[in-house]
């Protein structure tokens, strides 16, 4: 079975500052992808960035870079130069190719920017 | 270019009662997912339809059936409406159905059960 874990129910993190989100996945299929989400807290899931499980270099868009350690089995996203309007509800999430295609999706970290 | 569009915004709605949570997808995008999250927890998958066609069904009773239209916009129906329904539900879409696609999420419908 698929499952997504995130250790880090809620981070504060001074503004400008670099943050790193913690994701753990295990999964048997041989290729999936990786995903990071940004909720804020009026709802809407924004996709961040994406890494393909066979994807030779990490994913990175913007200030977002994604850290794939394909071995240890993890995808922590990074964060440069935190910004206030980062604050928000991260999770991470996977898809495999498994009949229906579902994306999984962890329990989330709170991100807390302070001024 | 519009985003995913959801409708209602928010319900609120009795036990018992059955609802109807509306979805349009990316325009050109032809899969549409659901997804209900409870608070305080990440989403949790429901369908999948593609072209049409159910691909997928997650770990929910039969009360909640979808459907997908030509235009490829979607429904997805809760009857027998209970206290633990209330949450968040999403519609994602995605061009196709597959393990690379990225799916988009649109703002997301709250229903309240009372």
């Known amino acids: 079975a698929q499952k997504i874990t995130q250790t880090q129910p809620g981070m504060f993190v001074q503004e400008k500052e670099a943050v790193t989100l913690d994701c753990t996945y295990d999964t048997s299929d041989p290729s999936y992808g990786l995903f990071w989400y940004k909720q804020p807290s009026s709802g809407e899931m924004i996709f961040l960035i994406y890494q393909g499980s066979y994807d030779q270099q990490n994913a990175t868009e913007g200030r977002y870079s994604l850290n794939f350690q394909k071995a240890r089995k993890s995808a922590n996203l990074v964060i440069s130069a935190s910004q206030l309007g980062d604050s928000a509800m991260y999770f991470c999430?996977?898809?495999?190719?498994?009949?229906?295609?579902?994306?999984?999706f962890g329990k989330g970290t709170r991100l807390h920017i302070l001024p | 270019d519009a985003g995913v569009t959801q409708s209602p915004t928010h319900l609120i709605k009795t036990r018992g009662q059955h609802v109807t949570l509306r979805c349009s997808p990316i325009?050109?995008?032809?899969?549409v997912s659901w997804y209900q999250q409870v608070l305080g927890q990440g989403p949790q998958f429901i369908f999948q339809?593609?072209?049409?066609?159910?691909?997928g069904r997650g770990n929910f009773p039969d009360r909640f059936s979808a459907r997908q239209f030509p235009n490829y916009s979607s429904e997805l129906n809760v009857n027998a409406l209970l206290l633990g329904d209330s949450a968040l539900y999403l519609c994602?879409?995605?061009?196709?159905?597959?393990?690379?696609?990225?799916?988009?999420f649109g703002p997301g419908t709250r229903l309240l059960v009372l």
């Open positions: 994602a879409s995605s061009f196709e159905a597959g393990d690379q696609e990225t799916q988009y």
């Open positions: 325009s050109g995008h032809k899969s």
């Open positions: 339809y593609y072209e049409k066609e159910e691909r």
């Open positions: 999430a996977m898809i495999g190719r498994n009949r229906d295609d579902k994306i999984i």
